[in-house]
């Protein structure tokens, strides 16, 4: 059994491994390769785009692939589409994995913005040092504003930056002792995250509660419908083993 895992994240990471040397299963995982130097899973890996749903489908059929599992981040919503299109033209089953997202406790702060450019015009009157852990792509729409942000991401940001920005790079898991020293040295007033969800960049919004700061949520982009989810490595790992 040939199975497609479409990752690049931990969880996916964490099925690989979970799947890897299994008697009678293959495993290929799936990267974008938008990261310089990205962690890789156990088994074997690609890395790079397919061309699309229909690029997708025939890379599915040309390498005898039994199932596919979308394991990309919850961020990366257009692959997700393409993977349900592929597999339904393969006619191979598909499994979304997708972590829970994040969900405001007593304490919190939030402020919930449907993108990056509603999170933009929300800033306004919330703080003037701003943490913005986005990511390094889209950062254009924060460009025009006039606030100083740490900008923290794996690798260095590609296109227009705020002209007022200090960079950060740096990959999780944090600690929340980290996290805590980072906002008090950047005398951080306000944090801008995407709901990605998960444990290993969750330290923040916990730092920014204990520091009475407003944080700017991004929410996830659309899902296809109609695509069975996992919440959990495990689960998925359960799901390939039972087929």
Known sequence: ????????????????????????????????????RPRLPEGEVRIGGFGGADGLAEW?????V?????????FAGRISFNAARAAATAHVPLLALR?????????????????????AGAL???GERVFLTTGRMGLAAFAG?????????????DG??????????????????????LLARHRID??????????ATAPKLAAAREAGLPVVVVGRPPVPADVPVAATPEEAAAWVLGR
């Open 1 to 36: 059994m040939h199975v497609l895992i479409l990752g690049g994240t931990t969880e996916a990471r964490a099925l690989a491994g979970l799947l890897h040397a299994r008697p009678g299963l293959r495993v290929t995982s799936s990267l974008a390769g938008r990261v310089a």
């Open 160 to 181: 227009p930056v705020p002209a007022r920005t200090e960079v950060l790079l740096d990959r999780g898991p944090f600690t929340l002792d980290g996290e805590r020293e």
């Open 99 to 119: 972590r829970p997202g994040w969900v405001p406790a007593a304490g919190d702060r939030w402020t919930s913005v449907p993108s990056l450019e509603a999170a």
């Open 66 to 74: 039994d199932a596919v599992i979308d394991a990309t981040h919850p």
């Open 124 to 126: 306004g009157g919330l």
């Open 190 to 199: 306000v944090l801008v995250t995407k709901d990605s969800g998960g444990a």
């Open 60 to 64: 599915i059929g040309g390498h005898a």
């Open 145 to 157: 504003l006039p606030q100083w942000f740490l900008v923290r991401s794996v690798d260095a940001p």
